[in-house]
């Protein structure tokens, strides 16, 4: 049904082929050349129809406010000055937060 692949750092891409889904994803963090546009990929599936799934790309700037400048400031920053593990706590709030508002609790 699909495939999912990634960490080549600038692609993104889904497209079907001969009925198996192909899906890229450009890294499992936010901030490989500080592109806005790179991200972790969110795969969504349901128990009671495991024959779908839905997918998306939740880049740093879906998780917090650009206009931020401490926001702005950790994104830039050197990755030694703000590891990544420290973004990827972020990103596992934001995870949770989604699970509760669809289980209701």
Do not use: A, C, Q, W
Not at 19 to 34: L, M
Not at 49 to 65: A, G, I, Q, S
């Amino acid at each position: 049904m699909v495939m999912f692949f990634g960490h080549d750092h600038v692609n993104s891409y889904e497209f079907n082929y001969k009925g198996v889904d192909i899906v890229n994803t450009p890294g499992v963090g936010f901030r490989s050349y500080n592109s806005e546009e790179e991200g972790v990929r969110l795969i969504t599936l349901d128990e009671n129809k495991p024959d779908t799934y839905e997918t998306e790309l939740v880049t740093y700037f879906d998780l917090f406010d650009r206009n931020d400048p401490v926001t702005l400031n950790l994104f830039l920053s050197d990755s030694s000055t703000v590891p990544d593990s420290e973004h990827f706590g972020y990103f596992m709030k934001y995870i949770f937060s989604v699970i509760k508002s669809v289980l209701s609790f």
